[in-house]
Nanobody, 116 residues
């Protein structure tokens, strides 16, 4: 059963910005750490950025200084602000618990395409 909905993706030129949103069911958002993941063409899914309920964040080296993760626990929503986008950021972006666990059902994701 899909329990999240990702949105905000699109087509942008290199150097542009996007803001992704992740809306989760209240019953699962809770106080656990959450993260954004991405899967590029022909690549495995990778963690992009994570955030604990206390606001502690971590980022993949490839996005440090460009992406900012945040969460709004009152509204069971998480965001990913992406700036200075690069073609290598092109991927489907997903949200989920960190770690997701073997039973996690991924949402449909949101597609980000960065043109050079």
């Amino acid at each position: 059963q899909v329990q999240v909905r990702e949105s905000g993706g699109g087509l942008v030129q290199a150097g542009g910005s996007l803001r992704l949103s992740c809306a989760a069911r209240r019953s699962i958002f809770g106080i656990i750490p959450w993260a954004w993941y991405r899967q590029g063409p022909g690549k495995q899914r990778e963690l992009v950025a994570g955030i604990t309920s206390g606001g502690i964040t971590n980022y993949a080296d490839s996005v440090k200084g460009r992406f900012t993760i945040s969460r709004d626990d009152a509204n069971n929503t998480m965001y990913l602000e992406m700036n200075n986008l690069k073609p290598e950021d092109t991927a489907d972006y997903y949200c989920g618990p960190d770690p997701p666990g073997s039973t996690w059902v991924w949402g449909q994701g949101t597609q980000v395409t960065v043109s050079s």
